[in-house]
């Protein structure tokens, strides 16, 4: 059977999702985010999160390489940085408000929750790549509102 990747793909769009930035540095290289919105959390015993990235994507020699890497979830008020770090070309944490984790690998400052990790494994899929991190560490803020993703564009939660 032939699936046409466009129904697909707007089928798939029926489900909403968070959105995140995951953070990278590679020794002597300038910090780097690029956007996602397939974040699973996986176990709790170890503490295992996932990601996925596309093979075509230009950071993946870079999510190759490093061993660690911090998923940040966005707040609503992020769409701007969000749209910034998710397609080709700059992925640079300029102008963006960032702090050093515990392995040294950024953080954006203002995220609703941080989950810092350490490569536990790297798995070939399709068009991408799923990157499981081994939590070390992570935060949270008491208070905000998550940018969500949903039929090819953001939505807000409803007040």
């Known amino acids: 059977m032939t699936i046409d990747t466009r129904l697909?793909?707007?089928?798939?769009?029926?489900?909403?999702?968070g959105v995140?930035?995951?953070?990278?540095?590679?020794?002597?290289?300038?910090?780097?985010?690029?956007?996602?919105?397939?974040?699973?959390s996986?176990?709790?015993?170890?503490p295992l999160v996932l990601w996925?990235?596309?093979?075509?994507?230009?950071?993946?020699?870079?999510?190759?390489?490093?061993?660690h890497f911090t998923i940040n979830i966005l707040r609503e008020h992020h769409q701007e940085i969000s749209g910034r770090?998710?397609?080709k070309g700059n992925h640079g944490l300029d102008g963006i408000e960032i702090v050093a984790g515990q392995s040294g690998?950024?953080?954006?400052?203002?995220?609703l929750a941080h989950f810092e990790?350490?490569?536990?494994?790297?798995?070939?899929?399709?068009d991408h790549i799923i990157i499981v991190g081994r939590v070390?560490?992570?935060?949270?803020?008491q208070e905000g509102r998550p940018l969500l993703y949903h039929r090819g564009g953001y939505a807000k939660l409803p007040v």
């Open 136 to 141: 070390l560490h992570f935060d949270q803020a």
């Open 52 to 67: 996925c990235l596309d093979k075509k994507s230009d950071t993946l020699g870079i999510f190759n390489l490093t061993r």
């Open 85 to 87: 770090l998710a397609g």
């Open 117 to 126: 990790c350490e490569v536990e494994a790297r798995h070939d899929a399709g």
């Open 105 to 111: 690998t950024p953080a954006l400052s203002d995220a």
């Open 8 to 17: 697909f793909r707007n089928a798939l769009g029926w489900f909403a999702t």
């Open 20 to 40: 995140a930035v995951v953070t990278a540095k590679l020794e002597g290289q300038a910090p780097i985010g690029v956007t996602i919105n397939s974040f699973s």
């Open 42 to 46: 996986v176990s709790l015993d170890p």
